[in-house]
């Protein structure tokens, strides 16, 4: 057990079977049924209500230091949306889903029409082109074919391949589109995927994917308060000024409504990767459909709310690892992200019950449930600004999950240093088919690789980690290590009203079994993290990261032939084997029995400030909220790996690039020292030193 003493490690093992053992399929089922039970977006009554409800859970289970932060934020809802065909002929567009006899909550009145977050309001009557995804080798497409968006209205789909569709609403806004209508196509999450809601886990001809379409990828949080809290009272940028608020006006259809703008399309026919699952001949169109888009959005100022508890180390309190998942949902949110907050909410449960035993974590868990995250990953991203200096100083790991689980298959991403500790996870765990976490991991990762050759445990964790959720504002800007988690399965009903409690119970997760394997591994990270003697930071798996990135950099972007990369490369390889003899070091002064608290203690701080050295304080040029080195995201949410190296590689700035370099050579450089520092102290106690 990586940084546990033999003997330390027999404990930890009793109390994490304890804790295993509390874990209940059955009350996540009941926390479930109650999250779920209304539509409950950021803002509305019933997210404020639910706050007030899981910090009441929270105070019942026994936490400690129960509170509900509030931050006062640009909000995004629609006063009124239309969509009308007007010629070739007449059509308007329904905006709603339909709703089945089988599933009551589907006739629920409070659930929305279709609307995306942060649209601009406006009106627009213009001709319709399709312009497939709506990425710009999409447009580049079409403007090669004589085919001129501005001023029209582009019709696109979710995803072929996927973008964030932030980034389909800034592509076109920026090609002077009028307004962007994006369309789930059934290829995609429909009927030719496999049998549609309430028969299957697909998506319905008339579901409707909602989202927002912040330009995050800029500058997360409240567009009005960029990189720093929006408490009550903040300072706040004008509108105008908000880089990462559209001025394009955008609504998702489903292919119920895209369907009869797709049908009369004139003009030529589109490429064959641009047909989709219709039966019907997909066209670019030209001047013959026209249509007239309303959108009216409501924005404001409202309270979000995150409530927060902690249970208080016993040794060391001001050593923190920090758990969160969003509560705000599209509409019920029964995958996304209810999954979550009810495996959460067992979580705490549980710790709870060891605590009324006696037992809590060397150090303190905190444990927050952030709101806004569809929106602009909003709650966490003020929560991680206003505490910024506190959490930088005192914060061992971030533990995200977001959609706990749609299906069987898991996925876990980990920054490098966390990544062996994940897989030392699964090993401990029982998946509901009796074989291990890591068995079952083992065989959904080797599918999902593709690869002919036997993979091995450090294939197992994903290391290349985008945006997309409220690990962000900790890795991206703080520089604390993340892990994310999550099991993944057919899922064609994501931020529909269908993704919800008769979708998990009929096809995501019946019976919550997989809900519970996340509750135990959740658990089981944190107290891990929670205990150990040394933290159990694997820095040379990270250093073999950052060298696999630096490769798939050079070899995408002929980086050597530009800039040297001699001098970096050998920077990675010291930094690698700092990382190797530290790990040895460490083994050895635990297994010595001579390791004292306060060395311990004093060996942790300094590990803890490994992540914190990889962030540049000017940022990832153009984005200066984004300050780590490694990691980054693409404005498509994709991973983004050496950012400000990459950017500028791709963009030809080759002084740029060089630059980039140079900063993580000095922060390869730092941590190297750092590493070899720590070793020293481990290895004076190992030999029987002075201390
Ligand atoms: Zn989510």
Redesign the pocket.
Known sequence: MAGFSPAAAVREDAEEQAYRSLVSSEQISKFHRYLTAEPHPAGSARNNELAQWVAAQWREQGLEDVTIHQYDVLNSTPREVSLEMIAPKKYRAVLREAPYDLDSDTRNPNVSGAYLGYSASGEVTAPVIYAHSGNPEDYAYLRKHGVDVRGKIALVRYSNPYSYRGFKALTAQRLGVAALLIYSDPEEDGYKKGPVFPDGPWGPESHIQRGAITYDFLEPGDPLTPGWASVPGAKRIPPEQAVSLPTIIALPLSWHDAEPLLKNLDGPVAPDEWQGGLPLKYRIGGSRVRVHVKVDMNTSIEPYYVPEARIHGSESPDDWVILGN?RDAWVFGGV??SSGTAAMLELTRDLGQLLKQGIRPKRTLVICSWDG??YALTGSTEWGEQYADELKKKTVAYLNV??ATSGKDFQGDAVGSLAPLLVEVSRTLTAPSGRTLYEEWKSSRQNELHQAEQISDSDLPNTKIGSG?DHTVFLNFLGIPTVGLTFVGPYGVYHSMYDDFYWMNHFGDPGYRYHALMSQLWGVMALRLGDADILPFDFASYGASIRRFVMALDSANHLSAKIDLVSLQDRVSAFEAAGRELNESTSRAIASGRLAAAVAEGVNQELMQVERNWCNPDGIPGRPWWKHSLYGARYTYAHLELPGITEAAEAGDWARAAEQARFLESALAHNTDLLNHVRKELDSVADGGSR
């Open positions: 969003h996304d992200p995250e569809e977001d959609e959720s």
